[in-house]
């Protein structure tokens, strides 16, 4: 049986064990180009649509605006206020940084319920809040009843945030769109089941989400991010940046510190980097431009290489395929797999499991250790 077909039917075992079924996109020369998952993408789409088809605007039996207004003497008078804490179970939040040392909170709440006079007459008291609790601003609904109706479904509020730049932020969102932006303080958030978007934020930057999409850029400090079942587009990182990715793709670009990623089913598209550190299964992985060390312990997935340096690499069940080397002559190589075949553009090999070859010029380093993956550099 060919190395090929033994991967392929792995695969297939894998995927029976799997809840959802991973279809992995093949290319002319890449078993795992691209790396895209229908079954991911219709559970995000079934996922975000759950709510809509539940609780749609037919459902909205009753909605109101309403605002809250924390001005300067408010501050003034809580000086130890540091930090702006906000839960939402359903809806929008939209917040941004200010100059202005006040906090202002405009929202639409919208009550989803089976009868609109039980609607009416619940949201007639409800009203966001604030409390103090030691150097934490915490915004929540204020309800006036002890139980929810049993009529009332579910009570949906989006929310119109600005606050001070310099206060931290922790935000929760299910349900809905997040969006957080112009902010110097530390931003800690998570969103479930809705699209995020986070820019222009000056300090470290905290982030979880799960089944949607987002886009991050112009961050000035750190990013730790977790993210589930999701699209992910990242640019213009200037700190170090961790990423947990599990059953989502990421598209990364232009990071002044290094990335360290630990995925697994996915795919992920790297360049303009620093150092890269890679721990992944099931992950497909197209990388350029990098300047700096790129280090991977991976099974079962792609490399495709292009404009890189230095490379340390422990691979089982993994492809890799260089391209676009400046020269050649630049590159020390330690090349060994077993079970599979190295070929090169450069070199009459004898032995087609392992390679060393030391460039006249040498400057940079490309080691390789792989079992059942073949190696390509044209």
């Known amino acids: ?98 100059q202005n040392q006040e906090i ?25 809040i604030y409390n103090l609790e030691g150097d934490n601003l915490e915004i929540s609904l204020n309800r006036s009843q002890t139980d929810t109706p049993e009529l009332i479904k579910v009570v949906e509020i989006d929310y119109r945030i600005t606050i001070p730049e310099d206060l931290q932020t922790e935000l929760i969102n299910n349900y809905g769109e997040l969006q957080v932006q112009k902010l110097k303080a530390e931003v800690n958030a998570s969103n479930r089941y809705g699209s995020t978007r986070v820019n222009n934020i000056e300090s470290p930057v905290i982030l979880e989400l799960a089944y949607g999409e987002s886009n991050i850029d ?74 700096g060390k790129i280090t991977a312990d991976s099974e079962y997935g792609e490399f495709q290489l292009s404009q890189i340096e230095d490379l340390d690499f422990e691979l089982r069940y993994a492809d890799v395929n260089i391209t676009s080397l400046p020269d050649y002559e630049l590159y020390s190589y330690d090349l060994r797999t077993e079970h599979g075949n190295i070929e090169t553009n450069f070199d009459d090999l004898e032995n087609q499991e392992e390679l060393n070859y030391q460039g006249q010029r040498a400057k940079y380093e490309i080691i390789i250790n792989s079992e059942y993956g073949d190696i390509n550099i044209e």
């Open 1 to 98: 049986m060919s190395r090929k077909k033994l991967i392929t039917y792995l695969l297939i075992i894998l995927t029976l064990v799997m809840i959802i079924d991973v279809r992995y996109v093949r290319s002319d020369n890449n078993l795992f180009e691209g790396l895209i998952t229908e079954s991911i993408q219709e559970m995000i789409e079934d996922e975000n649509n759950f709510f809509q088809f539940n609780y749609s605007q037919e459902s909205i039996k009753s909605q109101k605006d309403g605002d809250l207004r924390l001005g300067a003497d408010f501050l003034r008078e809580n000086e130890k206020i540091n930090s702006f804490n906000l839960e939402n179970e359903f809806g929008i939040i939209q917040l941004q940084g200010s």
């Open 218 to 291: 112009n961050l000035g400090s750190t990013l730790e991010f977790d993210s589930s079942y999701a699209e992910n587009t990242i640019n213009n990182v200037a700190g170090n940046f961790n990423l947990e990715s599990a059953y989502g793709f990421n598209k990364i670009s232009n990071l002044e510190s290094d990335l360290e990623m630990n995925s697994r089913y996915g795919g992920a598209e790297i360049s303009a980097a620093a150092n890269i550190e890679i721990n992944s299964r099931y992950t497909g992985f197209t990388i350029s431009d990098i300047e």
């Open 104 to 128: 202002n909170i405009d929202y639409t709440l919208k009550v989803h319920a089976e009868d609109q006079d039980a609607a009416e007459e619940f949201i007639q008291d409800l009203e966001v």
